[in-house]
């Protein structure tokens, strides 16, 4: 059973930061693109980050320069450090895996970190 374990949201300042964790189970994790996709309240989903298997990384412009996604492969792991946040980077945070690539539906979502930012 494939599972996605995100961890690392809270409720933060603008202008802080906070660093989301994802731990993959049940899949071979070096061999799978990961990303992470965001949702807030009234707005449409938003492609954040991805991180193929070969380690290249591609942002959404609204947090390029702010945020960095980063992979670990002996830990099944994947990271997205945020920094400058801003109010609208509050959204549910959505851990996201797929074999080849992060396409507009993932195989595999976990089940999401809520991410607040206060003005």
């Known amino acids: 059973q494939v599972q996605l374990v995100e961890s690392g949201g809270g409720l933060v300042q603008a202008g802080g930061s906070l660093r989301l964790s994802c731990t993959a189970e049940?899949?071979?994790?070096?061999?799978?693109?990961m990303g992470w996709y965001r949702q807030a309240s009234g707005k449409q989903r938003e492609l954040v980050a991805i991180i193929n298997s070969g380690g290249s990384t591609a942002y959404a412009d609204s947090v390029k320069g702010r945020f960095t996604i980063v992979r670990d492969n002996a830990k099944n792991t994947v990271y997205l450090q945020m920094n400058v946040l801003e109010p609208e980077d509050t959204a549910v945070y959505y851990c996201v895996a797929d074999r080849n690539y992060i396409g507009a539906a993932p195989t595999y979502r976990g089940k999401g970190t809520q991410v607040t930012v206060s003005s």
């Open positions: 049940g899949i071979i994790f070096s061999l799978y693109a």
